[in-house]
């Protein structure tokens, strides 16, 4: 039982409002105290977006906040708020947003992170705070929240729902004997976050894929123009046919393209902890970030990984010596990925026979990840 708790509580309340790869990590941990505690109710504050890829979760109450409407989205989580109190607040977002939402939930535990962990102040809106424990990944730092009050057996299931209509458009897309491998070119679009592999480095990628696999390649994005011209230059320098979904996909339909696919490629994202929850293996395209901390959790061995040699030629000094998840802000960082190794990673995907299986032993099709 709980150290906190002689019984469980009759409700917990979990702050985690972005962004779309932390909200994957964060999934299991719900999954995690809905097992062991399952009578107790589960409420989740998320944004909006991340909403739109984990709507209808079972067992789960959702209280949206829309970022985009200002104070308003917030008066919208207050209302929602207002008759609920909760023994227990997982306060497991450090940002100044989160704090704010936090201040709105009456609860009488608030756990947070530790001082060293707790990003803009988030120290001061909590009443407990999770042991620190040095250079963990981001899903091991959400699952702290989980071990604090006792529930130290992971349940790693995602069981994300998605549409009949939404898998059968996945499985047109991805139809035929030939593997499928999804590109998603860039990262979402931040001030100095450079982790955008060149278009021509992708382009080199698409005719190796072609040549020796013939693959079915997908390109998947968001609708910004960023994404777009990326889209359009893959495609001009692919030597097949290449369907580019960029703009064109809801999360859900993502999702379902994942769950077919046999392998994406992509830079520190969102899709890559997304293919993740669905056992698809990840080859991850890192420079400006490091792996450890946020790499896709199960493909760790896939990682094409320039991050320590970026360090090294940014500051000076060995990954050890920089603060753990500390980023690299320089725009040429990311050229320091080779396409060669790339290129192999491909191959311990999909082998000689062109089928992956890289992470089909440890998922089964329930979703649960073992």
């Not at 989580?77 to 607040?89: A, D, E, M, S």
């Amino acid at each position: 039982m709980s150290l906190l708790f002689k019984q469980p509580p009759e409700a917990v309340c979990m702050v985690r409002l972005s962004a779309i790869g932390d909200c994957c990590h964060t999934l299991p941990v719900a999954r995690t105290i809905q097992s062991a505690w399952p009578e107790t109710r589960v409420y989740w504050i998320i944004g909006k977006t991340e909403h739109s890829l984990l709507s209808g979760a079972d067992g789960i109450e959702f209280i949206i906040f829309d970022k985009s409407k200002g104070t308003s989205g917030l008066r919208d989580v207050r209302r929602q708020l207002q008759q609920l109190r909760f023994p227990l607040l997982l306060h497991m977002h450090a940002s100044m947003r989160a704090n704010f939402v936090s201040r709105m939930v009456r609860a009488e535990v608030r756990l947070g992170y530790d001082r060293a962990r707790a990003r803009d102040f988030q120290w001061l809106f909590s009443n407990r705070k999770i042991p620190a424990r040095p250079q963990q990944h981001v899903m091991d730092a959400l699952f702290s929240f989980a071990e604090y009050i006792g529930l130290t057996d992971r349940v790693l299931r995602w069981d994300i729902p998605v549409s009949a209509q939404d898998r059968q458009l996945a499985a047109d897309i991805c139809s035929g004997d030939q593997p499928v491998c999804v590109i998603s070119p860039c990262s979402s679009q931040r001030f100095r976050n450079y982790r955008n592999w060149r278009w021509e480095n992708y382009g080199e990628v698409t005719r190796y894929l072609h040549e020796r696999y013939g693959a079915k390649i997908i390109l998947t994005g968001a609708a910004t123009e960023i994404e777009k011209q990326f889209g359009r230059e893959i495609e001009k320098l692919a030597p097949g046919p290449v369907t580019n979904l960029i703009g064109r996909t809801s999360l859900k339909q993502l999702l379902a393209i994942l769950g077919q696919a046999g392998l994406l490629i992509c830079p520190d994202s969102g899709p890559a902890h997304m293919a993740a929850a669905v056992g698809t293996p990840v080859i991850g395209l890192y420079a400006t970030s490091n792996r450890w901390r946020t790499g896709p959790y199960f493909s760790q061995d896939l990682v094409v990984d320039a991050y320590p040699q970026a360090v090294r030629e940014e500051f000076g000094k060995p990954v050890e010596a920089l603060r753990w998840g500390g980023r690299v802000r320089n725009k040429d960082a990311m050229d320091l990925i080779r396409v060669p190794d790339v290129l192999a990673k491909i191959d311990a995907v999909l082998g000689p026979d062109g089928r992956s299986g890289t992470l089909q032993e440890t998922a089964d099709s329930d979703g649960v990840t073992r």
